[in-house]
């Protein structure tokens, strides 16, 4: 199958490389390879993104904890930042918003360290990912969370194809509207596959391995 690529803008000028193509994931195979690498290490890209999806919580909503979920470690941090700029005060001691990255357990569940679980339990925590294909990543996430006792206040992500998570709105700055045809497939009923189509890489959040 012959993969073409090009880029989509959002409303607020940040921009993503999009290609078409046979590509399987960690959980299904999709068509379409959103490659949100620029947004999460550039600058002034994650600066620009972290204000557009800031916009749905700066009023409404308490945070004290970001858990960054694959590598939005720096665009946690200017939402943070976007955050308590427009006045939203942390419930915690600290008067600040903590920046968590998760750790996982050998059977890929969301683990929190004895010192890190303050910022988590009785915490309002947002979820921050880099994409959100079928949600069940997410999902375990916000399971994780729960677990140690976080309170999920609400889970965006740079690209999600689904609406909801675990009954949540997920806030995106890309979403399927933006990749008209962007289709998800569960691996044993892909249409690609099943026509002989060949994979054309193996794809995550972190980047893409051609085959």
Do not use: W
Not at 62 to 74: F, N, R, Y
């Amino acid at each position: 199958m012959e993969s073409r690529s090009y880029e989509i803008t959002s409303s607020a000028g940040v921009s993503i490389r999009v290609t078409q193509g046979h590509f399987s994931t960690n959980h299904s195979h999709i068509n379409y390879y959103v490659d949100t690498t620029t947004l999460k290490a550039s600058h002034s890209e994650s600066a620009a993104a972290a204000k557009q999806l800031s916009a749905q919580y700066v009023y409404s909503t308490p945070v004290d904890t970001i858990v960054c979920i694959e590598g939005t470690e720096i665009i946690g941090a200017f939402l943070a930042e976007e955050l308590t700029k427009a006045g939203i005060r942390s419930m915690n001691t600290q008067k600040t918003i903590y920046i968590v990255p998760p750790e996982y357990n050998s059977t890929n569940q969301l683990i929190f360290r004895d010192n890190i679980r303050p910022m988590i339990a009785g915490k309002n925590v947002l979820l921050l990912l880099a994409d959100v294909t079928t949600g069940r990543t997410s999902a375990k996430c916000v399971e994780g969370v729960e677990y140690y006792g976080g309170v999920v206040r609400g889970v965006c992500a740079l690209f999600s194809a689904v609406d909801h998570v675990s009954g949540y709105p997920v806030n995106a700055v890309f979403t399927t509207k933006d990749i008209p045809g962007y289709q998800a497939f569960n691996k044993l009923e892909c249409p690609f596959c099943k026509g002989n189509v060949k994979l054309d890489a193996l794809v995550n959040s972190f980047g893409y391995s051609k085959l």
